[in-house]
């Protein structure tokens, strides 16, 4: 296999890819892995909900949006201090990269933008790294959140362009690249992936990953998410995707993306440890867990920091520190 950093993929050959016998597939996505990575290094990340629900968004998956009826209660802005005390916590538990979410449909500029950037400077200057997903972006809003020191941008493609309006109907796919557009003419780096579980084929997972492939240069971070099925939302019935499917779009993604660091994202609690060992293997290299069992919102469970502790022991494996690139610059 050749080992080129490529953009120019045809979506036929990354459905080669996906197709392969399982085991030649995982065999081929841990040599590349350890082409480009340490493969003992999993870099631990924490999520913080710096603003939940109420979102007037209609991604069919989402306990946040204001749509539907969920078991999440609507929370304000939370206070810098709050933030700032979650991330501590987490550096002290081997975290290295915080991401901030916010149930917006896009960022306004007004305070509460203000107020973001500022818990960006104070966490970045804790030395984590710190990622935002705050929805759209204008190319102005990016360079703001450049010049407080933003490390990451997460804007998901979540599924291919064909099935995006059977899952939202509030934005388009072209909405979605243009913010990654824009966050891409700065120095933050680009966090983008998608679903399984929505309910698309496999060509409209080969899709997402043929977009995202052939961006120039690639997002440097690709969660790779499993529904988390949420009562109340329109994807409440939705089958589990097996845990082979999984497995596939790791690896397919790492192979097709050999530097980004590929994340198992939500869904990983309901996964056993040999089967997030079988997603190590295939080249995931990243986790997210946390102290409260929850990712975002009490919908989505997440390993604790204990649990996943014993478990990177268990495989050998070591957490990644933060990367030294551009911290603290202009913050
Ligand atoms: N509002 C922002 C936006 O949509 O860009 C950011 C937050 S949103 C929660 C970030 C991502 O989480 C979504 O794009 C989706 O991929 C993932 N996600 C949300 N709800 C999920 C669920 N129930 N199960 C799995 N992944 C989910
Ligand atoms: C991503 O791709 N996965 C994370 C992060 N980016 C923001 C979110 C996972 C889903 C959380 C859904 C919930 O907790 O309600
Ligand atoms: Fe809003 Fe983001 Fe949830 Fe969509 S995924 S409803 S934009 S919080």
Request: charged fraction near 25%; hydrophobic fraction near 35%; include cysteine.
């Amino acid at each position: 296999m050749s080992l080129e950093i490529r953009s120019d993929w045809q979506e036929a050959e990354i459905r080669a890819i996906y197709d392969m016998p399982l085991l030649e597939l995982v065999y081929q996505a841990a040599s590349v892995h350890r082409q480009y990575h340490d493969p003992r290094k999993i870099q631990v990340c924490k999520l913080i909900s710096i603003k939940t629900g109420g979102c007037p968004e209609d991604c069919s998956y989402c306990a946040q949006s204001s749509r539907y009826k969920t078991e999440v209660k609507p929370q304000a802005l939370l206070e810098k201090e709050t933030v700032v005390s979650i991330a501590q916590k987490a550096k002290e538990m081997g975290v290295s990269r915080v991401c901030m979410g916010a149930a917006w449909r896009e960022v306004r500029d007004n305070s509460q933008f203000e107020e973001v950037l500022e818990m960006v400077k104070d966490v970045t200057s804790m030395g984590l790294e710190v990622c935002c997903t705050l929805g759209m972006l204008s190319a102005n809003q990016a360079k703001r959140l450049e010049a407080a020191g933003l490390y990451a941008y997460n804007h998901n493609l979540d599924t291919s362009q064909e099935y995006y309006s059977t899952i939202i109907t509030t934005r388009t796919y072209s909405d979605r690249l243009n913010t990654i557009e824009n966050v891409r003419q700065t120095n933050v780096t680009v966090c983008s992936g998608g679903i399984l579980g929505l309910g698309e084929s496999v060509d409209d997972r080969v899709g997402m990953l043929h977009t995202l492939a052939n961006l120039h240069p690639h997002p440097e971070s690709v969660p790779i998410n499993i529904l988390s099925q949420v009562p109340g939302t329109p994807l409440e019935n939705q089958p589990d995707v097996s845990i082979w499917e999984v497995v596939r779009m790791i690896a397919t993604a790492r192979i097709t993306m050999p530097t980004s660091d590929v994340r198992l994202s939500a869904g990983r609690a309901r996964l056993s440890k040999v089967e997030q060992a079988f997603c190590f293997m295939a080249g995931a290299n990243s986790i997210f867990s946390s102290d409260d069992n929850k990712m975002l919102t009490v919908t989505t469970p997440c390993p604790d920091y204990n649990a996943d502790r014993e478990m990177l022991n268990l495989l050998g494996l070591e957490t990644r520190p933060p990367s030294k690139r551009e911290l603290g610059v202009g913050g």
